[in-house]
């Protein structure tokens, strides 16, 4: 909920979340996993009540402390590999 209205935040970031995996591991030649993260921008007050099932919410504020904690589980060379293919526009047309 957004100022008391439904937005389906969630709901899209869940879908591009999968959309990415897809076009990314297409474009690498092997499994891409993504995760999908909701980062709110300067929120007056955050409440969670129950977090979503597969996707992480935080903060702008808080956006790198998160990521930080997150377990590597890709090498650089790995990385660079996805980065390459995630700058080209060609990656993400369907």
């Given amino acids: ?19 990415a ?4 591991s297409k474009a690498c030649g092997h499994p891409v996993s993504v995760r999908s ?3 709110v921008i300067d929120p007056r007050d955050l ?5 979503p099932s597969g996707v992480a919410v935080t903060t702008r504020v ?5 990521l930080a904690r997150q377990p590597p589980t890709l090498d650089s060379v790995q990385v660079d590999d996805i980065f390459t ?5 060609s990656t993400w047309s369907t």
């Fill in 85 to 89: 293919l995630a700058r080209r526009s």
């Fill in 37 to 39: 993260v909701i980062a």
């Fill in 21 to 24: 995996g897809r076009l990314l």
């Fill in 1 to 19: 909920m957004v100022n008391g209205n439904r937005a389906p935040y969630i709901r899209n970031s869940r879908h591009e979340a999968v959309r």
């Fill in 47 to 51: 409440t969670i009540k129950e977090p």
């Fill in 62 to 66: 808080r956006l790198a402390r998160w």
